[in-house]
């Protein structure tokens, strides 16, 4: 058990132990004494036992609260509404990190991060959590979106299944993470990859975007807006924090202590910077760099191939990002404003340089990429900048290898974006919603198992060495 492996390695580590862990500890039984109710659930979680078998030993969550279990159930009334399922499976498996190691990864459906959920304001989720009975350790799926008891979110046992239904009442993105074993060791599976969003839609779709800017009339300098209809080419960014041993399990003292190991967008860093590809396009040479950091190059990556995001100028484009992790997010994109933020439906800033997210927070940012070029999304904190946080956009065509690609043969006529040859990855890209614009192209990339790789090669997204063949520069 996973938080058997975590319980044995605090243990030994007890002697260098800061005061701030032990008081950890007894957090967590205090919260769980608070949960569970009763003085004997205290004496319990002072005996020897592991904290696993402690929390086991008193039954979970589930069993206490039994009745608020059964009251959330799927029994509601769902006439008029639409019934979305939701289905995870809960997995651990081995994840490549950079520098060419492994680490410890616990997923939901083999991927991090988790698939995403896409419904309307008013639909009713109805999500189910199955553990394969070949999973280590339970876990549980807690839903930000949802408005329902937390009894919910209690451990599911290997070989089992739960579900429950809830109406997704308010607009926005939503965080999704496990709950741990019944919340002992929640900490451990969030961290190592268990993380996920539901996107809500706006009942009534999403409101055009007005960009002011200036223009000289008459001689004078004049405010000048531009309305961009709701319709956006959209985008998914979460970000968090891996905090690893060398041997590239959980290490939760580096956690307590905020020293992260990485810092990853959709599950990996630097995952979405210019790759070989793109530099032998605009340099004559995959070994060429375009970009300073460029450390997941080479077509053997294969899913995992740093990729840029390619947007058109001049086009709405829309970003659904949640902070997933343990440090703050200043969000900010090197040489352009964010031109809307909005949280729960709610405008929160117009044309604002940064805005910063806390742990377990969202918004969505509309932007319009004016000049073609590059442009890095950051978490405009240092420490995460050089450990992960750094994301390529790629506006227009600031390569000129529209002319390069037709003389080629590869295309007729200048297209908008790159995107219509080399596409956009798959895992930065959300499910469709009302008002979304189709991307030309989808490619495969991800944190994801070979097995996930495959059922979104299923799914339409095409391998990025089978574009590069198809465009000749492979
Ligand atoms: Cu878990």
């Known amino acids: 058990m996973h938080t058997s492996v975590l319980i044995i390695y605090v243990t030994a580590c007890i002697p260098a132990m800061k005061k701030h862990m032990l008081l950890t500890i007894a957090a967590v039984s205090v919260v769980g004494a608070a949960l569970l109710g009763g003085s004997h659930v205290q004496s319990q979680m002072d005996s020897g036992d592991s904290m696993y078998e402690q929390v086991r030993a008193m039954g ?6 039994s009745e608020a279990f059964a009251e959330t159930s799927c029994s509601m009334d769902t006439t008029g509404r639409s019934v979305v399922e939701f289905n995870l499976t809960g997995q651990s498996v081995e994840l490549p990190i950079m520098g060419g190691k492994t680490y410890q990864a616990m997923t939901f459906s083999g991927q991090v991060p988790g698939p995403t959920l896409r419904v309307t304001q008013g639909d009713v989720v109805k999500m189910t959590l199955t553990i394969p009975a070949d999973e280590g350790v339970p876990h549980g799926n807690d839903m930000h979106a949802s408005q329902i008891s937390s009894a919910n979110f209690g451990a599911v046992n290997p070989g089992e299944s739960a579900t429950y239904c809830y109406i997704a009442e308010v607009p926005g993105v939503f965080k999704y993470h496990c709950s741990g074993v019944d919340l002992a060791a ?27 800017k200036t223009a000289v009339v008459n001689g004078a300098v004049a405010v000048q807006q531009t309305t961009y209809p709701p319709d956006a080419l959209e985008f998914q960014l979460q970000y968090n924090q891996l905090y690893l041993t060398d041997a590239g399990g959980y290490n939760m003292i580096a956690m307590l202590d905020h020293d992260t190991t990485a810092t990853v967008v959709n599950g990996m860093q630097y995952g979405y910077v210019p790759n070989a ?5 605009v340099n004559g040479d995959e070994r060429r760099n375009i ?11 294969k899913q995992y191939q740093s990729q840029p995001l390619y947007v058109e100028t001049g086009q709405h484009v829309r970003i659904f990002v949640e902070n997933q992790g343990n440090e703050p997010l200043f969000f900010h994109i090197v040489g352009e404003i964010l031109d809307r933020v909005v949280q729960g439906g709610v405008l929160q800033s117009k ?16 932007i319009v990429f004016d000049e073609p070029g590059t442009y890095a999304a950051v978490n405009h904190d240092y420490a995460a900048i050089y450990s992960g946080a750094a994301t390529v956009f790629v506006a227009g065509d600031p390569f000129g290898l ?6 080629a043969g590869i295309i007729d006529s200048p297209v908008p974006s ?23 192209l989808i490619n495969l990339h991800g944190l994801y198992t070979d097995e996930a790789a495959a059922a979104k090669q299923r799914e339409g997204a095409i391998p990025f060495q089978n574009l590069c063949s198809a465009i000749g520069l492979c």
Do not use: C
């Open 291 to 301: 970009f300073v950091l460029q450390p997941w190059n080479g077509l053997d990556r």
């Open 277 to 281: 590809v793109l530099n032998k396009a």
């Open 402 to 407: 529209n002319d390069s690609l037709i003389a």
């Open 60 to 65: 979970g969550l589930n069993l206490v609260m």
């Open 186 to 212: 929640m900490d451990q599976h969030v961290l190592s990859g268990m993380y996920g969003i539901a996107i809500v839609d706006p009942l009534n779709g999403y409101d055009e975007l007005v960009v002011e």
């Open 418 to 440: 790159y995107a219509y040859a080399l596409g956009n990855p798959s895992d930065a890209v959300p499910p469709m919603g009302m008002n979304s614009i189709a991307h030309p």
């Open 351 to 366: 044309a604002t340089e940064t805005w910063m997210l806390g742990g377990s927070q969202n918004m969505i940012v509309d």
